[in-house]
């Protein structure tokens, strides 16, 4: 692995330790009180060695959807840490002609699992501009909601949270106190 693939690997595992924190936290509300929660855990040095190939959900550029780019990325035994690891790298942005579907004003902050659904817990700039209207919006939740649950098929749905609390939409124009599912008519062939 050249040093330039380092840099980001070392970025992602900074933002998988959490600066510190690991282990199970309680949740505020999300439809349960006192729900628990995995946060990622920062995987050992000799983990890091084996790797696999992920599906990334970007833009499509020559028509409306979502388009595969694979990626490799650390094998993380810990599941939350790797769907991080995973997200982080959709956030990086693609490597081929595809478009980046997350505005720069969001980033993913942390993930955690509860029986069958994947928590994503985004973080928005208070000076977050809600661009990309309802097709950009859909976009954004297909790109998060497809990478993750592509990452571990045993999962079937994402819920979203917005500086740790729940939100009534990401961008704006799309109700996310649902769940949502894996798209398969949104993923489309370039």
Same mark, same amino acid.
């Given at each position: 692995?050249? !040093?330039?693939? /380092? =840099? *980001?690997?070392?970025?992602?595992? %900074?933002? $998988?330790?959490?600066?510190?924190?690991? #282990?199970t936290?309680?949740?505020?509300?999300?439809?349960?009180?006192?729900?628990?929660?995995?946060?990622?855990v920062?995987?050992?040095?000799?983990?890091?060695?084996?790797?696999?190939?992920?599906?990334?959900?970007?833009?499509?550029?020559?028509?409306?959807?979502?388009?595969?780019?694979?990626?490799?990325?650390?094998?993380?035994?810990?599941?939350?840490?790797?769907?991080?690891q995973?997200?982080?790298?959709?956030?990086?942005?693609? !490597?081929?002609? /595809? =478009? *980046?579907?997350?505005?720069?004003? %969001?980033? $993913?902050?942390n993930?955690?699992?509860? #029986?069958?659904?994947?928590?994503?817990?985004?973080?928005?700039?208070?000076?977050?501009?809600?661009?990309?209207?309802?097709?950009?919006?859909?976009?954004?939740i297909?790109?998060?909601?497809?990478?993750?649950?592509?990452?571990?098929?045993?999962?079937?749905?994402?819920?979203?949270?917005?500086?740790?609390?729940?939100?009534?939409?990401?961008?704006?124009?799309?109700?996310?106190?649902?769940?949502?599912?894996?798209?398969?008519?949104?993923?489309?062939?370039?």
């Amino acid at each position: 692995m050249n !040093r330039l693939a /380092l =840099f *980001p690997a070392l970025l992602i595992l %900074l933002a $998988v330790s959490g600066c510190g924190k690991s #282990g199970t936290q309680t949740a505020g509300k999300i439809g349960e009180p006192g729900l628990k929660k995995e946060t990622p855990v920062l995987p050992q040095p000799e983990l890091l060695k084996q790797t696999r190939i992920v599906n990334l959900y970007f833009g499509n550029p020559s028509r409306y959807g979502l388009a595969v780019e694979k990626r490799k990325v650390f094998d993380i035994p810990d599941k939350p840490s790797m769907i991080l690891q995973v997200l982080s790298s959709l956030e990086f942005g693609p !490597r081929t002609k /595809l =478009f *980046p579907t997350i505005p720069a004003t %969001l980033s $993913v902050h942390n993930v955690f699992t509860d #029986g069958k659904t994947i928590f994503i817990d985004l973080k928005r700039e208070k000076n977050h501009a809600r661009i990309g209207g309802i097709e950009g919006e859909s976009l954004l939740i297909h790109s998060l909601v497809n990478t993750a649950l592509a990452v571990y098929p045993e999962f079937k749905r994402v819920r979203f949270l917005v500086n740790g609390a729940e939100t009534d939409t990401l961008l704006g124009h799309i109700d996310a106190t649902q769940s949502f599912i894996y798209n398969r008519e949104i993923v489309r062939r370039r």
